[in-house]
């Protein structure tokens, strides 16, 4: 299988071949996913809610990030192998930024980075660029703006709010991102969003005309165990099947069958 470039993700864009993207944290997971053909592999900020205990992803630092984003490195392949920055690792200066975004990239392994915001974000974008680190960005509901958006509600619902993201969509595509992911959005502003600008976008509960998909592993594994966005598709149920074992184990070594 050809490794996965940001090249080659605008090419899929081009040619009407839809991207595939999910998260992982660790390296059996990341190879797993590479096994299967996914093209984009996103260590996510989400680390800190489905994998640390967080409440959300606002506690998660750039040493957790580091480490988990290592691990992925450690199984992975053919992906593109994209890492997000977390809260407030981008937001106090541009040298901090460019600090915390180069561990990412030259420490841990990273391909690329991924960061919340609109225009406000454009500047940082351009910094990254010009040291050659490629950017995703991320439009719609943002996790990391949780306090002030007041829950996980879709974005984008009026007229001012939908003419922002898409007027933010190009602002960030002419800082020089290479795909845009589009969280929890209604399916017609997605796809506007998708034809007006040049990069890949990718949905995360904003419907199919997105130029790919990008969801939370656990999500579509059944392996969640607070509630699940009623967006991902469920592809199985190891939550079960992992308990059910577990019972099993439990039972047998108290009888004695080992
Ligand atoms: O942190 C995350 O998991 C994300 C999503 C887009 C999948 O940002």
């Known amino acids: 299988m050809p490794k996965i470039t940001t ?13 595939t993207a999910l998260t992982a944290y660790d390296a059996p997971m990341t190879r797993m996913l590479n096994e299967a053909g996914i ?12 994998k640390l205990g967080y409440e959300n992803t606002i506690p998660v630092t750039m040493d957790e990030m580091v480490h988990h984003t ?26 901090e930024t460019r600090r ?7 420490d841990a392994g990273a391909e690329a980075v991924k960061l919340e915001g609109g225009i406000e974000v454009a500047g940082t974008i351009k910094a990254l660029a010009d040291l ?15 306090h002030k958006i007041g829950g996980y509600k879709i974005q984008g619902k009026t007229e ?16 020089g991102v290479f795909a845009i992911v589009l969280e929890c959005i209604p399916e017609d502003l997605a796809e506007i969003i998708t034809q007006k600008v040049s990069v890949p976008t990718l949905g995360i509960g904003a419907g199919s005309k997105t130029d ?18 009623k967006f991902a598709k469920q592809y199985a149920d190891l939550k079960t099947q992992i308990s059910k ?10 009888k004695e069958k080992f």
């Open 7 to 19: 090249a080659a993700l605008l090419d899929m864009k081009k040619r009407g071949e839809k991207i």
């Open 132 to 146: 050659n680190i490629p950017v995703m960005g991320h439009l719609g509901l943002m996790p990391q703006s949780i």
């Open 39 to 50: 093209d984009v592999v996103l260590v996510g900020d989400s680390v800190g809610n489905v």
């Open 160 to 175: 001012v709010s939908r003419e922002k993201m898409i007027t933010d969509a190009k602002v960030l595509e002419g800082a």
């Open 245 to 254: 074992a577990l019972q099993q184990y439990h039972r047998d070594v108290k």
């Open 212 to 229: 790919g998909q990008i969801l939370v592993s656990d999500d579509l594994l059944g392996l969640t165990l607070g509630p699940v966005p």
């Open 70 to 95: 290592k691990a992925a490195k450690r199984g992975n392949s053919n992906a593109l192998l994209v890492a997000d920055m977390p809260y407030l690792s981008y937001h106090l200066s541009l040298d």
């Open 100 to 106: 915390n975004a180069g561990r990412l990239i030259k």
